[in-house]
């Protein structure tokens, strides 16, 4: 069992800064590729980015490339997404999930989620 608890959510102008932070319990952290999703209302589960079990690989939705930095520290347990220059349509909740394997951008097959944290970006 491994449970996840963001932090770092909040409002912001446009144009600002965020980092999301996920702490995992358990000693198996390091087994998980790391994600993060969103859900803005009304709408679906959005894949964010993710970042592979030894930090090497990490993926990002389009729109995010260039502005989202993910990163990861195993001895922590801890998964970050780094947020600059925030837009309007960014605002959401913003999930973190633990995948043991699956599809990195599908959040039908991640085994563990966090409980989410807001982000409000305001024009």
């Not at 963001?6 to 790391?34: D, I, P």
């Not at 969103?38 to 389009?62: C, H, M, W």
Request: aromatic fraction near 12%; charge should be positive.
């Amino acid at each position: 069992q491994v449970q996840l608890v963001e932090a770092g959510g909040g409002l912001v102008q446009a144009g600002g800064s965020l980092r999301l932070s996920c702490v995992a319990s358990g000693r198996t952290f390091s087994r998980y590729v790391m994600g993060w999703f969103r859900q803005a209302p009304g709408k679906e589960r959005e894949f964010v980015a993710a970042i592979s079990r030894n930090a090497e690989n990490t993926y990002y939705l389009d729109s995010v490339k260039g502005r989202f930095t993910i990163s990861r520290d195993n001895a922590k347990n801890t998964v970050y997404l780094q947020m600059n220059s925030l837009k309007p349509d960014d605002t959401a909740v913003y999930y973190c999930a633990a995948l043991l394997g699956g599809l990195i951008r599908s959040p039908d097959g991640y085994d563990y989620w966090g409980q989410g944290t807001q982000v409000t970006v305001s024009s």
